[in-house]
């Protein structure tokens, strides 16, 4: 339910400047995880420029004022099996979400990374650019 709340308040606030983002509370090996994924994440994002969020975190990330957005440190998907197959996009696994089509989320080995895609965004390119820095987490 957090995710559509999410997904809500992006589509709501885009083009209104800074975009409003529930931010994770990351436990564990995930907060450093997550303080190096901020470090990597790029300043463009299939054509969109990084933007800010509210309450500011840095577990969170957006591009497009809020069309694409990022949590670090969330919980594993309620809807993810534990036989269900991840899409492997250079070398990270990417969970799906079937109820919600904008919805990926990056499966490693100390953090789950939450993505929203808007629909005038290419999900497979805006996770394909995501991959890499999500992929220095594990050393690859």
């Not at 991840?86 to 904008?102: C, M, N, Q, S």
């Not at 490693?108 to 987490?137: F, K, M, Q, W």
């Amino acid at each position: 339910m957090r995710a559509v709340t999410v997904l809500l308040v992006l589509l709501t606030l885009a083009g209104c400047g800074t975009v409003q983002v529930d931010p994770p509370t990351p436990q564990g090996e995930a907060v450093a995880a997550c303080d190096k994924l901020a470090g990597l994440l790029p300043e463009t994002l299939d054509g969109a420029e990084r933007g800010t969020s509210t309450p500011e975190s840095p577990y969170v990330a957006v591009w497009g004022e809020g069309t694409i957005a990022l949590r670090c440190g969330v919980d594993r998907p309620s809807r993810m099996a534990p036989t269900d197959q991840l899409r492997e996009i250079g070398g990270v696994g990417w969970f799906a979400d079937p109820d919600r089509p904008t919805l990926f989320t990056a499966v490693t080995d100390t953090a789950y990374v939450e993505v929203t895609v808007g629909g005038e965004h290419v999900a497979g390119e805006v996770l394909a650019d995501l991959s890499g820095p999500i992929a220095r987490l594990a050393g690859r």
